[in-house]
C-alpha cells in the first residue's frame, strides 16, 4: 500500500511508522490522518507485527500540530466534524489497537502532535522534546481528545494549567509529570524503544492485547474496568498463548507464543 505522508518500516516484527512531512514539521492535515488509520488498521491485522512504534521524520518535530492552513475557515459544523472523524479515525482507533503502540516523542510534539502521542500506549521523548496544547492561543480547544487524555496522564489541576496557559513542557518537565515514560538523548531515541519493544516480543500477544482492553476500560463512561478484566482474564484460559506460558513455566523453559 502506498502512502503520501508516512514510511513504514517492519523488523524483527516491530513495525515502525514516520510521519513524513518534514517542511511543514510533520503537521497532521486530514490525508496523512487518512494515511495514519490505513497503516494502523493494516499493521494492526497482521500477526507478524507485535508492537509498532510512531515517529516523526527530521530532528526538529515529532508532529508540530494540526496543519491549520486547512480548517482556519471552517464552520461550526465543519469544525465538529474535523474533531469527530478524527478522533473516531485515528485518535480513538490507536488508543484501542490491541496491538501496543510507543510514541517515540522527537521535538516538538504540539497541539494535535500531542494528541497523537497520548492517544499512543506509552511515550518516550527525546531530550530536546517540548510539548504542549496551545490551541486556546489560536481561540479554540483541543479537540483531538487532549482534554479528556492530558487530566488523565497528569492530573487535572496540571493539565487546566498547561492548557489555559497554552505552555509547553521541557521531556524532563514531561517525565516529572508523568506524560512520557522516559527520556533519552535523541540519537538513541529509535534504539531505546526498540529495546522496549523487543521486551514486549517475549511476552503473549493476545494477553497483551486483553490487557491494553482492560486498562483503557478504566477511564471508558460507563465501562466497569474490573468486569473487563474479569471476562479478558477469562478468556485468555482458552488460548493456546496460557496454554503455552503456564506448560513452559513448569517445565523451566521459555515460552513460545503465537498470540492465539
Known amino acids: 500500500m502506498n502512502y503520501e505522508n508516512i514510511l513504514i518500516t517492519i523488523e524483527n516484527n516491530i513495525a515502525t511508522i514516520t510521519i513524513n512531512r518534514p517542511t511543514k514539521l510533520n503537521a497532521l492535515n486530514v490525508a496523512t490522518i487518512n494515511d495514519l488509520h490505513k497503516a494502523f488498521k493494516k499493521l494492526d491485522k497482521n500477526i507478524e507485527i507485535q508492537v509498532i512504534i510512531l515517529t516523526g521524520s527530521g530532528e526538529k518535530a515529532f508532529v508540530a500540530g494540526a496543519d491549520i492552513s486547512e480548517f482556519a475557515h471552517y464552520s461550526i459544523e465543519e469544525g465538529t466534524k474535523l474533531a469527530a472523524e478524527g478522533q473516531e479515525k485515528l ?54 481528545g487532549g482534554t479528556q487524555r492530558l487530566p488523565q496522564l497528569i492530573g487535572k489541576g496540571r493539565a487546566m494549567e498547561m492548557i ?61 474496568g474490573y468486569e473487563t478484566e474479569i471476562k479478558a482474564f477469562g478468556k485468555c484460559f482458552g488460548t493456546q498463548d496460557f496454554k503455552e506460558g503456564t506448560t513452559a513455566f513448569l517445565e523451566k523453559r521459555k515460552a513460545v507464543f503465537t498470540g492465539k
Do not use: W
Open 164 to 224: 489555559m496557559t497554552a505552555g509547553m513542557l521541557t521531556a524532563d518537565d514531561a517525565y516529572r509529570t508523568g506524560l512520557v515514560n522516559h527520556v533519552v538523548p535523541q540519537a538513541e531515541l529509535l534504539t531505546f524503544c526498540n529495546d522496549i519493544a523487543s521486551k514486549i516480543l517475549k511476552n503473549s500477544p493476545y494477553a497483551i492485547g486483553k490487557a491494553i482492553k482492560a486498562i483503557n476500560a478504566n477511564f471508558k463512561e460507563g465501562k466497569n
Open 91 to 144: 485518535f480513538d482507533f490507536v488508543e484501542n489497537l490491541k496491538t501496543p503502540v510507543i510514541a517515540a516523542v522527537n521535538g516538538f510534539a504540539l497541539g494535535g502532535g500531542l494528541e497523537l502521542a497520548m492517544a499512543c500506549h506509552f511515550r518516550i521523548a527525546s531530550d530536546n522534546a517540548k510539548m504542549g496544547l496551545p490551541e486556546v492561543s489560536l481561540g479554540v480547544i483541543p479537540g483531538y
